[in-house]
C-alpha cells in the first residue's frame, strides 16, 4: 500500500487509500447501521488489507462512526491514523451545521477522544464551508483555527488539517500553525479545489478528496461516461476503480478515501490502488472534465 508524509508532519504517515466512515451509521448518516456486526466487518476487511488511513467524524451517527471503529480496531495499532472533523454539528433534523465557536470546538474534540477512546487525536481537520457545502458560522475563521491551535499546544491534538477551505483560508492558517493535510471536494468530474490541490502541493500539504467518486452528485456527460468507460474497459475493472486509480496518479499529494458497506466495492477500491494507468490514461482522464457531448 503506498504511503504519504506530509512535508511538515515527519512523524506522519499515511497510507494514500483511506478509508471514510460517513457510510458506516444509517440513512442520513443518523443513527445505527441496520447490521453493526455487518459494518464493523468491512472496517476489519480493510485494516487487515493493510489500510492505516480512517477518516471519521463525532458529527456521523452523531458518535456512531467513530464507535464503531473502536470497536473494530482497538486496542489501536501503532501507525494506525484516524482522522476526524469538528467545526460542524447535527440538528434534530440531521442537517449538518456549523459550530466552531472555540467553546464548539472544544467539545467537539473532547466528544472525540471520548468516543474513539484516545488521549490524543492523531489528525483534526476543521470544517470550514469554503467550498459553500456548509453554510458558515458566526466566528470568524481565524478564531476557530487557533482555538483548534491552542488544544494542539495542550497536547489533546498531534495535527491539524482543513476541510472545505479556500487557498486564502489555508494560508491563513498557516500563519497560525501548520496545516498537514486538506479535505476538499475534487473528483473526476469536478475540478472546483485544483487551486488548493496547487497549493497543497508546492506546500506538501496531502490533500484528501472527500466524495472521491461523487456518489449521489453529479453524474457525467454522456462524452466523458464513454472516455471514463473506454479506460475501464481497457483494463477489465469498474469506471469506480478507474476513477480511484486516476486520483492517485493525478497528483503525489492526493489521498482517497472512498467509503462503503458493500464488501464487493471494498474490495474493489482496494484493488484500484494498485491499478497501473499509462501516462496517455492520465492525461486523457485529466481533461475529461471538459468534455461535452
Known amino acids: ?43 476489519r476487511r480493510a485494516a487487515d488489507a493493510g ?36 467545526g460542524v454539528d447535527r440538528a434534530p433534523d440531521g ?8 467553546d464548539q470546538l472544544t467539545a467537539q474534540v473532547q466528544q472525540n477522544l471520548a468516543t474513539l477512546g484516545v488521549d490524543q487525536l492523531p489528525l483534526v481537520y476543521l470544517r470550514v464551508g469554503g467550498d459553500g457545502l456548509l453554510p458558515p458560522g458566526p466566528t470568524p475563521f481565524a478564531d476557530s483555527y487557533a482555538a483548534l491551535a491552542d488544544l494542539r499546544a495542550a497536547g489533546l491534538i498531534s495535527h491539524l488539517g482543513l476541510s472545505g477551505c479556500t487557498v486564502a483560508q489555508l494560508k491563513a492558517a498557516e500563519a497560525i500553525a ?20 496547487s497549493e497543497c502541493e508546492q506546500r506538501g500539504i496531502a490533500f484528501v478528496p472527500y466524495f472521491p467518486l461523487a456518489a449521489g452528485m453529479e453524474l457525467p456527460h454522456a462524452a466523458q461516461r464513454a472516455a471514463l468507460q473506454a479506460v475501464a474497459d481497457r483494463h477489465g475493472v469498474s469506471r469506480a476503480q478507474v476513477t480511484i486509480a486516476w486520483l492517485l496518479a493525478h497528483s503525489p499529494a492526493i489521498l482517497a478515501i472512498p467509503g462503503t458497506k458493500n464488501p464487493a466495492h471494498l474490495e474493489e477500491n482496494l484493488a484500484a490502488a494498485d491499478l497501473a494507468l499509462d501516462g496517455a490514461e492520465v492525461t486523457a482522464l485529466d481533461g475529461i472534465s471538459v468534455l461535452i457531448d
Open 95 to 102: 442537517a449538518f451545521l456549523a459550530a466552531a465557536s472555540p
Open 1 to 43: 500500500m503506498q504511503t504519504l508524509t506530509p512535508t511538515n508532519a515527519p512523524g506522519l504517515t499515511l497510507t494514500r487509500l483511506g478509508y471514510g466512515a460517513m457510510q458506516l451509521p444509517g440513512p442520513g448518516v443518523w443513527g445505527p447501521p441496520a447490521d453493526r456486526p455487518y459494518a464493523l466487518a468491512i472496517v
Open 178 to 197: 501548520p496545516v498537514v493535510a486538506v479535505q476538499n471536494r475534487f473528483f473526476l468530474f469536478d475540478r472546483s479545489s485544483a487551486d488548493v490541490l
Open 51 to 86: 489500510v492505516t488511513h480512517f477518516d471519521t467524524s463525532a458529527a456521523y451517527g452523531p458518535d456512531v462512526a467513530n464507535a464503531l471503529l473502536r470497536e473494530a480496531l482497538s486496542p489501536y495499532p501503532a501507525g494506525l491514523t484516524i482522522a476526524t472533523k469538528v
